[in-house]
């Protein structure tokens, strides 16, 4: 007997019971709940449970208006979820139990109820695949990762490059001191090093993060995330923010002042931050991809780990009318000119201003299949 149900971050208690912060910070209500104050989405948990297995799923449903919904047709949706998420079993299943095989089919089922046209993850390279449509998934980008159960000496010596150890001795000798941010100045000083980075970087103005932002994740997630700071000469000049649970370490934002990268600040903070993982029995850390293959973040990245992940989007359509006739909308919109094949969903492209980069999102839709059987 399978059954399933959807919990909302006012169920922190429940959610917190069924998928833990410390088992999938990425899936935590305390992420979720951040993350709908940036984006006005609501966050919501799906769970299905098959008695030999069960599994839940964080995404994020927001709302969409656009003229072509006929009066009266009911509100329509998308979703979208945390970075490197996607379903993750609660309680993994036997061997070869085939329930997990239907779970794509349950959430689509709940997404035609609820009117949700169109589904979107950002994947972690190690979600289950049988929970998921595997026509709707999409190779993006290689990223990076460091084997922490190597342990320290064995990370420093085959893990990081020459360069990146001669590095973290330049920042070493240069006096770069690396703490973890004590106060909301310190958070502060960590959002002005990363204006800095996105002006730099000529970012969009989705990657210009309020201050809030960031205080958010210091005040309401002070076990699973961190800023390391690094400071010369009692200035801060560098730093990153990180996301961990039990297992696993996300690097997920990095900032400095290009003044002082002689100083290799990076270096400093970033593999004082692996060592500290190691010592606290992490297995493994996300360091993430970069802007264009091959790049200088990318290099940058790659001296820390020889290691690669595959990072993945799932991208599926349950509402195929719907969705033809938003992109039709946008289009119109827009001088009659088709949206971004690299955008999903489509309706919601960005007008091209600028060449996409591969923090976009890359996308073709994905129709969902039929309905599951009882």
Not at 30 to 47: D, H, I, M, P, S
Not at 314 to 336: I, K
């Amino acid at each position: 007997m399978t059954s399933r149900y959807v919990l909302t971050t006012e169920d922190a208690e429940r959610w917190r019971a069924v998928l833990p912060t410390n088992a999938f910070v990425m899936g935590s209500v305390e992420y979720a709940r951040v993350l709908e104050k940036l984006t006005g989405g609501a966050a919501r948990l799906f769970v299905a449970d098959w008695g030999q297995a069960a599994a839940a799923y964080p995404f994020l449903q927001r709302s969409v208006r656009a003229p072509p919904l006929a009066a009266g047709a009911g509100e329509r949706w998308d979703t979208f979820t945390p970075e490197y998420s996607g379903p993750i079993f609660t309680r993994p299943p036997p061997p070869g139990d085939a329930g997990a095989s239907r779970f794509a089919d349950l959430f689509a089922a709940y997404c035609r109820e609820q009117g949700i046209v169109a589904e979107f993850a950002h994947l972690s390279p190690w979600t289950p695949p049988e929970l998921l449509d595997e026509s709707c998934v999409h190779p993006n980008r290689e990223i990076v990762y460091i084997d922490l159960t190597w342990g320290e000496e064995e990370i420093w010596r085959r893990s990081l490059t020459t360069d990146a150890r001669r590095q973290v001795k330049q920042a070493e000798r240069a006096g770069v001191r690396v703490r973890r941010a004590a106060s909301v100045e310190d958070v502060r000083e960590f959002h002005r090093l990363y204006e800095l980075t996105m002006a730099r970087r000529n970012a969009a103005d989705r990657y210009h993060f309020p201050l809030e932002h960031f205080v958010a994740f210091f005040e309401t997630m002070p076990d699973n995330a961190f800023f390391a700071l690094a400071e010369h000469h009692d200035r801060v000049i560098a730093g990153g923010l990180y996301f961990h649970d039990e297992r696993e370490v996300v690097w997920h934002l990095s900032a400095a002042d290009m003044a002082f990268s002689g100083i290799r600040p990076v270096n400093a903070y970033h593999y004082d931050t692996i060592r500290w993982a190691v010592r606290q029995g992490k297995r493994r850390m996300l360091c993430g991809g970069a802007y264009q293959a091959g790049d200088g973040v990318f290099r940058f990245k790659a001296n820390f780990s020889p290691l690669r992940a595959q990072f993945r989007t799932y991208r599926r359509v349950h509402d195929m009318a719907t969705y033809a006739a938003l992109t039709r909308a946008w289009s119109a919109q827009h001088g009659g000119q088709p949206p971004s094949s690299e955008f999903f969903p489509a309706y919601r492209s960005v007008a091209p201003t600028r060449p996409a980069t591969s923090r976009d999102v890359l996308a073709e839709p994905c129709a969902a299949a039929a309905a599951p059987r009882d």
